[in-house]
């Protein structure tokens, strides 16, 4: 079947199918008893290119040396030929008979060999240059797996200089192919992994230098800077792998989320192929050492075991692996403690050994039986986010009668269980809150869910009910989405002075006293910040509002990076710690430090685009009055520690106010809305060091009336201009309504004025609702459980049918494409049509798809928001590609003439079923980010762009 994963392989199909389609098109006519016109030239054409492809393709066979390549180019070479054949055969008998039967199956046979071939020669072509980019990417691999066996400066500049070219090659081959690949997630990723590749390769290259001198050096270190060293080596090798993973792919699902089961089954089961030569390498040499690379490689395979029996549909496929990998797990550790003796190469280490290769081998299989047994079942899955998850939840809501599987029920407890998660890290009287409306939500769940197994969810207490849930659903998201604002406010307030006191303590004097206990108390509070920041950076992830699936991807991945970097920071310092006069030991360790500095800020910045900017400095000016009352206290008390933390602490907000108000000036391309948010911005500057100052001076002289005024009115004058920078921040439409008049001076006793009299003429009428073209839109057919083209057009029309076309371009294609691809679920089913109209319908979705890009191309442009702009871009920019590709695809099903039932024929549908969902989804993502930025256009923009919601509440 065609794939569309390179830029070449669709321009090369894309002609090819049209110039097919014409022909399924005349067979199709010739079937209403038409004579077929004389094909002789078109074919001749066919006949001379094709001998021109088989020609090439036998020389890339001689000149190459790619096994595989030689196996497969030849059959599909020969499958083009015979294709060619029949097209000149039944050219032939047309000529002859214009109305041959026998010609016009031969016809349609020639056009689908053709198209398939072709596809199939150039897959297999791809197919070999992605195994070119692999060999290059295992070569490192090697280097990387060997890295233990450096131990001296000598063997350390003859590794870099063997690894370097190698990874030069790697890291120069797959740029070229990123960007060859259509797909765009999938560029993002080989970007994304490389990218740690390149900034992984120096602490590499440090951490085995520190090695090497701490093994010299007979110090205490030796330990830690080994972990050092191994984890850069794992952390390399399984972005390697995860780069090879990517590298073989071909499709792509729009839906699919990097923390989806299967996702996660699938890089398990890469990485365990990737570790599996390591395992073996390890297990078959007696000498290796115990805690090595090879061994933690085979742990690792393990653990990756486990990671996929966790997500295992079937509870046996499950079972299976849990056993295999205790077995493994017991051999491997009997085998580890014999070498740790000196009797690894006695016949019982050498039999054990070799028991576990084979038992490594069971696990391989098993656990690809799990994956294939996990796709296959194709189980619907819960969103990964609080709004997903809300979405689920309100569309069974809205018909609590339609059985959903239990799938809304699930998202709606789901979120309750997230909002039990906030509650854990949140102050008691908001734990306290949240927990209760947890609680109310839950009863309410428990209610609906009971009416609905008894058959009365459509009922109107069922309905009622469903309708006080939704409410209560969207108070409960209302309020995890303020407690990580809040959360974000505090944890996010200062991410570096932990990683100072931390640096101090390691660099302290060998004469300090308490030093030990200062190291481990530093070492301790500098994991914990990490985690608690990575903690709530995962929870801004999956329970705030961002919907934005790039931005909360990126926010999970930094956040697992900057987890895994923290132990290896504390490693680094203690190496430091135990020798101070250690410079390859110091330089390791900046060489560290700055690489969490840099991955928290990144993670910073993503947690800051993913929160509301106004919510946020609301939280700050909150924490800062809080502060002040502390302060207060403490000024009452002569308390100079508490004076000093609060004001810091007063000090760290206001900038925090700062950063995130430069962020949106930066972000804006408004004139207006960049004068207004620098002016205040500039004048909270202006404040800040009046503050601190006064500060200081109050905490040398604490009882001292004249600094306490100094202080409470530079303190106060800074809170005054953090309001003004919320309201420069805030958009105007969000605006708070003016006060009400003033009645002070209405005066009671005096005396009313005359009743008017009654009016004589009736009452006018009621004015008509607003216009919207709710009567002109045709009814959409409500889809089954096997309509799965239908079911994605139905969605793309749910998103659209809330909001009016008139003036709204976007609107009225989306709603033009979801009736189109609602008539080619018809048309893909047999349900009437003709092969003709499949190839039509599919042309105009392709075209309607150019016309929704140009649209949202056109109002990106328009957008003063630099994020909404981008991310509405990125999401229509994959639209055009995904409409060529379901024109091509069509066309594949519309040859399956005769072929109805074969595998290639399912083979066809699914794909056209995966193409199809991803247009739709793609389309409902354009809708729901082009309403956004629509919020943002320039004012001389001249664009007309209304967004009215269907039905509003008081028609």
């Known amino acids: ?136 990417c295992k070569q490192v691999l090697e280097y990387l797996a060997i890295t233990e066996v450096v131990e001296t400066m000598e063997d350390l500049v003859t590794y870099v200089k063997n690894l370097s070219p190698v990874l030069t090659r790697m890291t120069k081959e797959v740029d070229t192919r990123e960007k060859e690949l259509t797909h765009q997630v999938h560029r993002e990723m080989l970007t994304r992994s490389l990218e740690q590749v390149k900034n992984l390769t120096p602490v590499l290259i440090s951490g085995i230098k520190i090695y090497i001198t701490t093994r010299l050096t007979g110090h205490s270190a030796v330990q830690e800077a080994q972990e050092n060293r191994d984890y850069t080596v794992k952390k390399m090798t399984d972005e390697i792998n995860e780069i090879i993973r990517v590298l073989q792919l071909t499709t792509y699902d729009e839906d699919e989320w990097e923390a989806d089961d299967l996702t996660i089954m699938r890089k398990a089961l890469n990485a365990i192929e990737g570790k599996m030569k390591q395992a073996h390498d390890w297990l078959m040499d ?76 069971d696990l391989q299989s098993l656990v690809q039986r799990a994956v294939a047994n996990t796709e296959r079942a194709g189980v619907r899955k819960l969103a990964h986010t609080v709004p997903g998850k809300m979405e689920q939840a309100l569309r069974w809501l809205a018909n609590p009668g339609v059985n959903d599987g239990g799938l809304g029920e699930l998202a709606a407890r789901s979120v309750v269980q997230e909002g039990r998660r906030v509650a854990e890290t949140c102050n008691p009287s908001e734990r306290e809150d949240l927990l209760r409306t947890c609680g109310e939500a839950e009863r309410l769940i428990n209610q609906v869910a009971d009416m609905c197994r008894r058959g009365q969810g459509d009922s109107p207490n069922g309905k009622a009910l469903a309708k006080t849930l939704t409410d209560k659903l969207r108070e409960l998201q209302s309020k995890i989405s303020t407690a990580l604002v809040h959360q974000v406010a505090e944890d996010f307030v200062d991410l570096t002075t932990p990683l100072k006191q931390l640096s101090e303590a ?202 306490q005024s100094r202080w409470r009115d530079s303190n106060r004058a800074l809170l005054t201009a953090v309001g003004k920078v919320r309201e420069a921040v805030t958009p105007a439409s969000e605006m708070p309504m003016p006060p009400p008049p003033d009645l002070s001076s209405l005066r009671m006793h005096d005396r009313a004025p005359p009743r008017p009299p009654l009016p004589q003429d009736p009452a006018p009428p009621r004015p008509p609702p607003p216009e919207t073209d709710d009567e002109s839109e045709p009814e959409f057919p409500m889809p089954l459980p096997n309509q799965p083209i239908m079911m994605a057009a139905h969605s793309l029309h749910m998103e659209a049918k809330q909001w009016s076309s008139r003036d709204n371009e976007i609107v009225a294609a989306a709603k033009r494409m979801a009736l189109l691809m609602m008539r080619l679920s018809q048309l893909v089913r047999g349900e009437g049509g003709s092969k003709k109209e499949l190839i039509a319908t599919a042309k105009q979705l392709a075209e309607a798809s150019e016309e929704i890009t140009r649209l949202a191309k056109m109002l990106a442009r328009e957008c003063t928001d630099k994020r909404m702009r981008t991310n509405l871009l990125q999401v229509c920019e994959r639209i055009p590609t995904i409409g060529t590709q379901l024109k091509i695809l069509s066309t594949v099903k519309a040859t399956m003439l005769g072929a109805q039932g074969s595998e290639e024929d399912e083979e066809a549908t699914e794909m056209l079923i995966g193409n199809a969902q991803n247009l739709m989804q793609s389309v409902k993502e354009t809708v729901r980010a082009a309403q956004a930025a629509s919020i943002k256009i320039r004012t001389d923009a001249g664009l007309t762009v209304r967004w009215v919601r269907k039905r509003p509440w008081y028609t």
């Open 506 to 707: 390691a660099m302290a004097p060998m004469s300090t006293p308490g030093r030990d206990p200062n190291f481990d108390d530093k070492s301790r509070n500098f994991q914990q910040h990490s985690q608690r920041i990575c903690q709530t950076a995962r929870q801004v992830a999956a329970a705030g509002g961002c919907t934005n699936k790039r931005t909360i991807e990126a926010i999970n991945a930094t956040a697992q990076n900057a987890s895994e970097l923290t132990p290896q920071v504390i490693f680094a310092a203690r190496i430091v710690f135990k020798d101070p006069e250690n410079t390859a030991a110091l330089e390791h360790f900046e060489l560290l430090k700055k690489q969490w500095s840099d991955t928290v800020e990144t993670l910073r910045s993503l947690v800051d685009e993913a929160v509301d900017s106004v919510a946020f400095i609301r939280a700050c000016e909150e924490g800062i009055i809080r502060d002040t009352d502390n302060a207060e206290k403490s000024i009452k008390s002569l308390n100079v520690g508490g004076i000093v933390n609060n004001t810091s602490s007063i000090a760290r907000r206001a900038n925090r106010v700062l950063q995130v108000a430069g962020q949106e000036a930066d972000n804006s391309e408004d004139p207006s809305f960049v004068d207004r948010v620098n002016g205040a911005s500039n004048q909270l500057k202006n404040t800040i060091a009046p503050m601190v100052q006064d500060a200081r001076n109050l905490a040398t002289r604490p009882d001292d009336s004249n600094c």
């Open 286 to 361: 007696p000498m290796a050492p115990a805690g090595g690379i090879g061994e933690k490689s085979l742990r690792s395979i393990l653990e990756d075991a486990r990671r996929v029996a966790e997500r295992c549909s079937d509870p046996t496929d499950r079972d299976n692996i849990l056993r295999c990998v205790n077995e493994i797990s017991n051999m491997v550790d009997t085998l580890s403690q014999l070498r740790q003796q000196g009797k690894g190469g006695t016949p019982q280490a050498m039999a054990l050994a070799k028991s576990i290769g084979a038992k490594l081998g």
């Open 1 to 136: 079947m065609p794939v569309f994963h390179t830029k070449t392989i669709e321009s090369i199909l894309e002609p090819v199918a049209q110039q097919v389609s014409r022909l399924v098109i005349l067979h199709e006519e010739a079937e209403d008893g038409n004579a077929m016109p004389d094909l002789g030239k078109p074919v001749l054409a066919v006949k001379l290119a094709v001998e021109n492809l088989v020609k090439v393709g036998h020389e890339t066979c001689a000149n190459s040396e790619d096994v595989i390549l030689k196996q497969d180019m030849p059959k599909a070479l020969a499958r083009v030929e015979e294709a060619c054949q029949l097209l000149l055969d039944a050219a032939n008998m047309l000529r002859a008979d214009p109305f041959s039967s026998p010609g016009r199956k031969k016809l349609i046979e020639g056009a689908r060999g053709i198209l398939q071939g072709v596809s199939a020669l150039l897959l297999t072509f791809d197919e070999s240059e992605v195994r070119k980019i692999i060999r290059f």
